[in-house]
């Protein structure tokens, strides 16, 4: 074996120079030359990007929790349990007070977790308690330092007793100042014998995806606990509201969490923990909170009456599909379909009409069903704003004066399913792989279709077409043009495909519901 003699320090100093040498393309350096170089190389690649962002990289979130953990608080709330409720779930399986906007979205993981509670009885819903009573835990955060907290709605729902605990284990009985079950916000005062610390509210809209996040909370009634993560999405629908519009973060949030707070970097809260995601019940890095310029206007307003006023419009609207879009002559598929207006509505007396397309809202481009649906709700009752629509392929203008939102339930879906049995022959051959029948007293009576619903019934389907619409559905409207046989439904589809039209617009009454449909005419 050949070895390198250590008497030959020049070799080491001469083979570096050339491989400098030659990834530099040029001839060896030396000397005074070889000084400049290695000095100019240097303060070019001092910080390269890599490092940049490391060192934007929190190396400790410990000066953080010491800063806003004493603003965030434990919440007990003791509810009177009803007798079927309780023999529904059994002793410790958990559940959410009847009307809780996330009672089914928790249901897949409350039946996996059975009766396996935490320590302290099952978080974020009831568990057992004396005298058929049953106790939920959640968390909280203090927004003034008079003793005004911030929790979830679904925390407290039904409380005959609320207790704050502080982070130095002081214990306080709170009251309900007002809650709001859309939002799923509650807004507690306690009465301290000194200001307690307090947290502000950040702006949500200027955080971004991708930002650092830290979250304090109750999981599973252990107190006190952090977690940090990063916003992982914006704008997330779950399913629980009228106005979701969720960050979704990959921060721990388990059981218990609901109703803490989410803090930017800053200290400031950027969202209220609300639920989670899980195949288990604990955190798989799904979480979801609400923005606080959501949240801060409901709990401004809860401060100030107790109450939460929203603007009422007075109309149903339905997602704009793709196919939709081809239908009506949109190049994208955006904005709010106007599937039904409410009689003696803002809408109705504005003069919007079934099949118009919201695109645009005081100014505001509506992209999607939430777009209406919050800007709606945030304007006050009273104001007067200018709507821009697609009605018969021309955009127009319609003045609107905007109402207050009555508490009464309001119809939500029309996506109801149920059997229709056997139809009769349908009196034309399938169009489009519907099967057609007109509407005589025979077919109403067994589909329970009342005389008030006019149009063409379906009563099946041919093969295994790929078609929006059900056996039982009523097709009342093509485009603006009523239907009252099933030879109206195939001359609309002729003069649509000779037309060139990908799509056909259908208004369709489903159960007494009416939404429109797009029929596809071409791949």
Do not use: C
Not at 218 to 225: A, I, Q, R, S, V
Not at 321 to 342: C, E, H, Q, R, W
Not at 392 to 399: M, N
């Amino acid at each position: 074996m050949t070895t390198i003699p250590s008497t030959t320090p020049n070799r080491p100093n001469r083979l570096r120079r050339t491989v400098a040498a030659l990834l530099l393309g040029s001839t060896v350096l030396t000397g005074p030359a070889l000084a400049g170089w290695a000095a100019s190389h240097a303060q070019q690649t001092a910080t390269p990007p890599a490092v940049t962002m490391l060192q934007d990289t929190p190396s400790t979130f410990a000066d953080l929790a010491a800063k806003v953990s004493p603003a965030v608080v434990n919440i007990a709330a003791t509810q009177e349990a009803k007798a079927e409720q309780r023999a529904q779930r059994g002793p410790g399986i958990p559940g959410f007070p009847p009307g809780s906007p996330f009672e089914e979205f928790f249901r897949q993981f409350q039946d996996q977790l059975g009766r396996n509670g935490g320590p302290d009885g099952d978080q974020d819903g009831q568990s057992p308690g004396p005298r058929g009573k049953s106790g939920a835990l959640g968390s909280g955060f203090i927004i003034d330092p008079a003793g005004f907290v911030v929790t979830n709605n679904h925390v407290i729902d039904g409380s005959s007793e609320i207790t704050v605990t502080l982070q130095d284990g002081t214990a306080m009985p709170a009251k309900v100042i007002g809650r709001d079950a859309k939002t799923d916000i509650a807004l507690l005062k306690v009465e301290p014998k000194t200001p307690l610390p307090s947290v502000d509210w950040a702006d949500s809209d200027k955080t971004r995806v991708g930002d650092w996040v830290m979250a304090v909370g109750n999981p599973f009634g252990l107190g006190g606990t952090v977690t940090k993560g990063i916003v992982s999405a914006r704008g997330r629908d779950i399913h629980s509201g009228p106005y979701d519009d969720y960050f979704q973060l990959d921060a721990a949030i388990n059981r218990g969490n609901s109703g803490g707070p989410t803090f930017d970097l800053a200290g400031r809260v950027i969202g209220i923990n609300t639920a989670i995601y899980s195949p288990n019940g604990g955190s798989v890095g799904i979480g979801f909170a609400i923005p606080s310029n959501l949240a801060k206007d409901v709990v401004a307003q809860l401060k100030e009456s107790g109450k939460v006023e929203r603007g009422w419009l007075g109309v149903k609207i339905q997602e704009v599909t793709p196919d939709i879009a081809d239908s009506v002559g949109l190049p994208a598929a955006k904005g709010a379909l106007v599937a039904d207006v409410t009689a003696d509505s803002p809408a109705q007396r504005a003069g919007l009409r079934q099949g118009d397309v919201v695109l645009s809202y005081a100014g505001k481009p509506v992209d999607s069903l939430r777009d209406l649906t919050r800007n709606v709700a945030d304007t006050k009752p009273g104001g007067t704003v200018e709507l821009k629509v697609l009605r018969g392929g021309r955009e127009t203008a319609v003045q609107v004066r905007i109402e207050r939102l009555s508490e009464q339930p309001q119809v939500a879906s029309a996506d109801t399913d149920g059997g229709t049995g056997a139809g009769p022959q349908a009196e034309v051959a399938p169009v489009k792989g519907l099967k057609l029948a007109p509407l005589d007293p025979a077919t109403r009576k067994r589909l329970g279709i009342g005389d008030d619903v006019q149009g063409v019934v379906v009563v099946g389907l041919s093969g295994s077409v790929d078609v929006p619409i059900r056996p039982g559905d009523v097709i009342e409207r093509i485009g603006d043009a009523e239907v009252k046989s099933p030879a109206d439904v195939r001359r609309h589809v002729t003069e649509a495909e000779k037309a060139g039209q990908k799509a056909l617009l259908m208004l369709i009454n489903r159960q007494g519901n009416e939404s429109f449909v797009a029929l596809k005419l071409k791949a």
